[in-house]
T-cell receptor, first 118, second 112 residues
Framework: DVKVTQSSRYLVKRTGEKVFLECVQD?????MFWYRQDPGLGLRLIYF???????EKGDIPEGYSVSREKKERFSLILESASTNQTSMYLC?????????????????FGEGSRLTVL | AQRVTQPEKLLSVFKGAPVELKCNYS??????LFWYVQYSRQRLQLLLR??SRESIKGFTADLNKGETSFHLKKPFAQEEDSAMYYC??????????????FGKGTLLTVNP
């Protein structure tokens, strides 16, 4: 079974603080993603990564950055947290088609990190 | 740019009634579509994908390219089907890379 683990389930931070959200997957997946989930807005892609040290902006990258130093770990960073970043953050991973296997497109999600910025 | 539209935020049906969750998409390439489900207090997970043409938990979905739709259907809803459902579109990002674009979700409630 694929396991995607997000280190913090609940965080409370103050405006202006730097926030790190960590995500680790144990299935040697190439692709990793960070989404935020908000009621009425669904899932919106923040950043994604296809390989170590590679990153690409998603639909709402402003105010966020990411780090992928190791294949299994993908970190989301809020340099200076703001109240409008209060949300549920979901990490996901998937296989790449580069392996020559069937590219199923299936994403495996973590349980989520609920961040509250005061 | 790709887009996924789920017109209903909320859908409420009675147990045993048919249910249809609507999904429309916009994409210039060849679409691959998925339905994901999130039960209460559980992580988001894949329900079904159109290329598999499978039925999962009694749910089916057919890709209609003419109407650009991928509606999720079940003939007899069960209380355990109550969940948040997201339609998702796989868009190529170059080479073998891809990303998924999700709709805003439909919260299905099946009443006893």
């Amino acid at each position: 079974d694929v396991k995607v683990t997000q280190s913090s389930r609940y965080l409370v931070k103050r405006t202006g603080e730097k926030v790190f959200l960590e995500c680790v997957q144990d299935m040697d997946h190439e692709n990793m993603f960070w989404y935020r989930q908000d009621p009425g807005l669904g899932l919106r892609l923040i950043y994604f990564s296809y390989d170590v040290k590679m990153k690409e902006k998603g639909d709402i990258p402003e105010g966020y950055s990411v780090s992928r130093e190791k294949k299994e770990r993908f970190s989301l960073i809020l340099e200076s947290a703001s109240t409008n970043q209060t949300s549920m953050y979901l990490c996901a991973s998937s296989l790449s088609g580069r392996r020559g296997t069937s590219n199923t497109g299936e994403l495996f999600f973590g349980e989520g990190s609920r961040l509250t910025v005061l | 740019a790709q887009r996924v539209t789920q017109p209903e935020k909320l859908l409420s049906v009675f147990k045993g009634a048919p249910v249809e969750l609507k999904c429309n998409y916009s994409y210039s390439g060849s679409p691959e579509l998925f339905w994901y489900v999130q039960y209460s207090r559980q992580r988001l997970q894949l329900l079904l994908r159109h290329i598999s043409r499978e039925s999962i938990k009694g749910f089916t979905a057919d890709l209609n390219k003419g109407e650009t739709s991928f509606h999720l259907k079940k003939p007899f809803a069960q209380e355990e089907d109550s969940a948040m459902y997201y339609c998702a579109l796989k868009a190529d990002s170059g080479g073998s890379n891809y990303k998924l674009t999700f709709g805003k979700g439909t919260l299905l409630t099946v009443n006893p």
